[in-house]
């Protein structure tokens, strides 16, 4: 069975803060997406990969950055929250663009 | 300029009643459509249809898809409680969406027992 996992369940920070979400899948899948999920909004793609150090923008870039240093791992940074980026953060990985394999997701919230 | 659209919203039934819930798209190069389901964490994968016409089949879950029509529908017999969940639609658009799934906003099912 695939298996991504997301750092945190749950995390907290206050507006200026750097966040680190860090996704980690054991499938040696090339493509790496990170989405957030808002009520009424559905997934929206903010970055993918698809293979280490190589990454493409989303829909919805602005106020994120990523990492994938190794192919096992991509990380999202927030280089300084806001209430704005209040979300669901769900990380997925696949070995072609459809049948994407998710994480529990993450959810944060910007005080 | 939504370009997968789900509907209804949400919904509310009986356990036991049978629901239908549609999705249409407007992606010219289209490859592929998914059904993806999510309880409280993350969304599993259901179907993915990528041929006009054919069923896809899973227990109490089927779906088809219309290509000509641009939509798919997802059937769910003798809903449970265990249904309970939001179902996500999500179409591959190929290169002209930068090879990268887009997903509806998807459909809020409540199967009360």
């Known amino acids: 069975d695939v298996k991504v996992t997301q750092s945190s369940r749950y995390l907290v920070k206050r507006t200026g803060e750097k966040v680190f979400l860090e996704c980690v899948q054991d499938?040696?899948?090339?493509?790496m997406f990170w989405y957030r999920q808002d009520p009424g909004l559905g997934l929206r793609l903010i970055y993918f990969?698809?293979?280490?150090?190589?990454?493409e923008k989303g829909d919805i870039p602005e106020g994120y950055s990523v990492s994938r240093e190794k192919k096992e791992r991509f990380s999202l940074i927030l280089e300084s929250a806001s209430t704005n980026q209040t979300s669901m953060y769900l990380c997925?990985?696949?070995?072609?663009?459809?049948?994407?394999?998710f994480g529990p997701g993450t959810r944060l919230t910007v005080l | 300029e939504d370009k997968v659209v789900q509907s209804p919203l949400s919904l509310v039934v009986h356990e036991g009643d049978t629901v239908t819930l549609n999705c249409s798209y407007e992606?010219?190069?289209?490859?592929?459509l998914l059904w993806y389901k999510q309880e409280k964490k993350a969304p599993t994968f259901l179907f993915m249809l990528?041929?006009?016409?054919i069923e896809k089949k899973s227990g109490r879950l089927s779906s088809i898809l219309d290509k000509k029509e641009l939509f798919s529908i997802l059937n769910i017999t003798a809903t449970q409680t265990g249904d309970s969940a939001v179902y996500l639609c999500?179409?591959?658009?190929?290169?002209?969406?930068?090879?990268?799934?887009?997903f509806g906003a998807g459909t809020i099912l409540r199967v009360k027992s």
């Open positions: 997925a990985s696949s070995l072609r663009v459809d049948t994407q394999y």
């Open positions: 499938m040696d899948h090339e493509n």
């Open positions: 990969s698809y293979d280490v150090k190589m990454k």
């Open positions: 992606v010219t190069n289209f490859r592929s």
């Open positions: 990528t041929s006009s016409g």
């Open positions: 999500a179409v591959d658009g190929g290169l002209e969406y930068g090879n990268k799934l887009v």
